[in-house]
Each structure stands twice: as C-alpha cells, then as structure tokens.
C-alpha cells in the first residue's frame, strides 16, 4: 500500500512538471503575440480578441467589421486582401518590464515595430486599443521626421473611420454580384 501511494506521488509531481513547462510558455509575451497575429491573418478577430486587453474590444470590432466588407466586395474591385498584412511576421524577442512587454513584430526585411502588451488578470494580453495604435502610429511618424498625426485625436480617427466604412457600404450597395 506505501509502495503504490509513493507511487502515485511521484507519477501526480511528475505529470505536474510536466504540464507545468508545457503551458509555462503559453502565456509568454511572445507567444501570446505570435497567437494573436496567428489569428489575424486568419480572419479569426473572435480568436484574435482572446489574446488581446478588454479595451481592444472597439478596434477589434471595426477590424472585424471592415473584413467582413471586404469579404462581401466582388473579387476585380478587391485590391488586396486585409489579412495578408498580418501574415508571415517576424517576432523579435520580448523586452518585459513589471506589468508592460513589448514584442517587435514585423515584415521580413522590414522595420519592426513594439507591439505592446500588459498583465490582465494575471496573463499577458496585447494592446491593441485605438489609443496605443495612435500613439504607435505618432511615434513612427516622429522617427521619420514627420509629424502629420499631431492632430488627430480618437474622436476624429473614429470619424473618418465611419467615413471610410459608409463610402465602403455605399460601393457594395452599387455593385450588383455577376452570376
């Protein structure tokens, strides 16, 4: 009877090593990155969204609706698939500091960008909020040496975004689908 409790003992710490540095990695920034432009390039905003902070829901949302439009549109008025921007990414290593991670992601042969991450309840998520994108896409205008953005604020980002999406939904209620 001892021999088989020990038994079982050192078969439950085992399977607990085991499973524990299987899933450790699981919750890395880097993975948690990779996971999430996984998803993207996929079409899978849902999936992508389970990797991503609560206040990325209203990006997500648009990127998920904006997809879709572009899905709906006839083939010869398509340009280039959306998604294929989120395909065959470079990540770099993962630079953590506290409850803040960022992870450089980009095109081969292209600049990478810090893609930013925080703790949420406990588990690192990706911000993807529309305020972090702005302040992304200002500080890569500030490194070119052009400051174009300086302006903009998420009232007018969010304007010309359903802009864009009316002159896209008018365009889809014009074309008629050939047969």
């Known amino acids: 009877m001892k021999k088989t409790t020990q038994l079982f ?3 439950a710490a085992m399977a607990t090593i085991v499973f524990a540095s299987c899933s450790g990695g699981a919750n890395e920034p880097k993975a948690v990155v990779k996971a999430f432009f996984e ?19 209203s990006t997500l949302d648009m990127m998920k609706k904006g997809l879709e439009m572009a ?16 395909k065959n ?12 991670a960022y992870v450089p992601v980009g095109k081969k042969g292209e600049k990478m960008s810090d893609i930013p991450l925080v703790k949420e309840d406990g588990k690192w ?17 500030d ?16 304007q010309e975004l359903n ?17």
């Open 9 to 11: 003992l050192a078969v």
């Open 39 to 57: 998803k993207l390039s996929k079409k899978d905003v849902d999936g992508a969204a389970k990797h991503a902070t609560a206040s990325s829901k």
């Open 71 to 86: 899905d709906k549109m006839p083939k010869e008025s398509k340009e280039k698939d959306p998604a294929e921007e989120f």
């Open 89 to 100: 990414m470079e990540f770099g290593e993962a630079r953590i500091s506290g409850d803040t």
């Open 125 to 141: 998520k990706v911000d993807f909020s529309m305020g972090t994108l702005m302040k992304m896409g200002n500080d890569e205008k």
């Open 143 to 158: 490194t070119e040496g052009v400051n174009e953005m300086e302006n903009l604020n998420s009232d007018s980002v969010n």
């Open 163 to 179: 802009r864009m999406t009316d002159s896209i939904t008018q365009r889809l209620n014009t074309v008629t689908p050939k047969e």
